[in-house]
């Protein structure tokens, strides 16, 4: 006699009953069926693919059919690809950015080194005075090298009770330097200490505190090029520091910078608290770039005498007089070290 042919009800029967129990022969003593009637049907049911026609007769929630705990993958890398894309054009226009000046007389850039202003330590009264310079001396501009302010962070957060000024205070002096001082920076660079206390964020909302920017802020390193009317331009490359030390020459790296640079007329950085200025022809480059080092404001350094350091008087910033109408290459920059003096020569050179 023939085996009858299963149907797929009896399919659909077997697999809802082996469902219900732990095991098939559970299934068959519950339901008078036996286990070989449940197991073939089940397995019937697999090859003929009824558990798809099953789920059709229920309607599940849309969190199961469509899903909704996590954003589609497609989306994820359309997102991603307009992030980069919106990053890349962010950091390739600050790649030898343009500073349009619209005379064409000589001008004046002081590079203001580190000043934390908040330390026991800051020379303000020096400080105040190369402000006032800047701000009263027509044609002469300002770029901070870094480190405007202690910023504790991490393990040298305990350095707060060593100093006299609170973080509030502190975050007050950096928002007067940077918008209230008169000072005219074109540029400000963020050093170490703003990533050490986590304090760009802060410094950059303070940038916008009048609805636009008012000055283009950069972490650590900025590369940008002072534009003349009748097409004179100078390379500057300004970065909290470079990469590179040696014991014999203080402006290593930013002889490194210069070297290896593309085409820089300037390389100046900060950092180390101590100052340097060199001055040479790379004839294989058709230039005499001026390496420099600023000192910065911060004296009184109980670590640096602890290691052996003796501490400069002078350097904290330098001013450098671009003159777009020189006629020799090492002409079209002069770098003063005694700021006044230098002041009244970039005046003297305007007349």
């Known amino acids: 006699m023939p085996t009858p042919l299963m149907t797929d009800e009896e399919c659909i029967e077997a697999v809802k009953l082996r469902n219900q129990y732990a095991t098939t022969k559970e299934a068959a003593e519950a339901s008078g069926k036996g286990w070989h009637w449940i197991q073939r049907r089940v397995?019937?049911?697999?090859?003929?693919?009824?558990?798809?026609?099953?789920?059709?007769?229920?309607?599940?929630?849309?969190?199961?059919?469509?899903?909704?705990?996590?954003?589609?993958?497609?989306?994820?890398?359309?997102r991603m690809s307009k992030n980069f894309e919106r990053a890349k054009k962010a950091q390739d226009s600050r790649k030898w950015f343009p500073i349009a000046v619209k005379e064409q007389k000589p001008i004046g850039v002081l590079f203001v080194?580190?000043?934390?202003?908040?330390?026991?330590?800051?020379?303000?009264?020096?400080l105040r005075r190369h402000a006032e310079i800047a701000k009263n001396t027509e044609g002469m501009f300002a770029v901070n090298i870094g480190d405007v302010a202690n910023d504790w962070g991490g393990r040298l957060i305990k350095k707060y009770a060593d100093q006299d000024t609170s973080v509030h205070t502190a975050r007050r002096l950096v928002e007067w330097f940077l918008l209230k001082s008169g000072i005219p920076w074109i540029v400000w660079l963020h050093g170490n200490h703003q990533h050490m206390g986590g304090s760009m964020p802060l410094h950059e909302e303070m940038?916008?505190?009048?609805?636009?920017?008012?000055?283009?802020?950069?972490?650590?390193?900025?590369?940008?090029?002072?534009?003349?009317?009748?097409?004179?331009?100078?390379?500057?490359?300004?970065?909290?520091?470079?990469?590179?030390?040696?014991?014999?020459?203080?402006?290593?790296g930013a002889v490194k910078a210069a070297k290896f640079g593309d085409n820089i007329d300037v390389a100046v950085c900060g950092h180390k608290h101590n100052w340097a200025i060199s001055q040479w022809e790379q004839a294989e480059q058709g230039n005499s770039p001026l390496m420099i080092r600023v000192r910065g404001y911060k004296h009184l350094d109980d670590y640096a005498r602890r290691i052996g350091k003796y501490e400069q008087e002078e350097g904290q910033s330098v001013l450098v007089i671009f003159d777009p109408n020189s006629k020799t290459s090492t002409g079209r920059m002069t770098a003063f070290v005694d700021i006044e003096k230098g002041a009244d020569y970039l005046t003297w050179l305007r007349r």
């Open 43 to 78: 397995k019937e049911a697999e090859r003929r693919q009824l558990q798809a026609k099953m789920q059709k007769s229920v309607e599940m929630p849309t969190f199961i059919t469509e899903g909704d705990e996590e954003e589609p993958i497609e989306e994820i890398i359309d």
């Open 113 to 126: 080194g580190d000043p934390h202003v908040d330390d026991n330590g800051c020379a303000w009264p020096i």
């Open 207 to 252: 940038n916008k505190r009048y609805g636009t920017q008012h000055v283009p802020m950069l972490d650590w390193e900025a590369r940008f090029i002072l534009q003349f009317p009748d097409g004179a331009e100078f390379r500057i490359n300004a970065a909290h520091d470079f990469a590179g030390n040696s014991m014999w020459n203080p402006i290593h």
